[in-house]
């Protein structure tokens, strides 16, 4: 097993893709939030937010870092930043 997969959590069965609610791994959360601290000091935050494009970049981040993830944005990167928004006020 690649040591960059552990703690990423993979979709199983044979070909059924889940329709349920996706639980993300703390390691899967923590590459997030090393991803966005990235995109920030390259220049993606904005006054009012982030950029045109982040997610997209996000994703690359997460790809690279975690190879085996199935993450993708819509609906999980969206989804996890929009739940940090309205959790912590902040982002």
């Given at each position: 097993m690649d040591p960059l997969c552990v703690g990423v959590r993979k979709e199983?069965?044979?070909?059924?893709?889940?329709?349920?609610?996706?639980?993300?791994?703390?390691?899967?959360?923590?590459?997030?939030?090393?991803?966005?601290?990235?995109?920030?000091?390259?220049?993606?935050?904005?006054?009012?937010?982030?950029?045109?494009?982040?997610?997209?970049?996000?994703e690359k981040g997460m790809r690279k870092t975690l190879p085996c993830t199935d993450i993708v944005v819509n609906p999980h990167i969206n989804s996890k930043i929009h739940m940090w928004k309205k959790e912590y006020s902040a982002l």
């Open positions: 199983s069965g044979k070909g059924k893709v889940s329709r349920g609610r996706r639980s993300w791994s703390r390691v899967e959360e923590d590459a997030l939030i090393h991803c966005l601290t990235d995109i920030v000091n390259d220049g993606w935050k904005a006054e009012n937010g982030f950029k045109d494009g982040f997610l997209r970049e996000l």
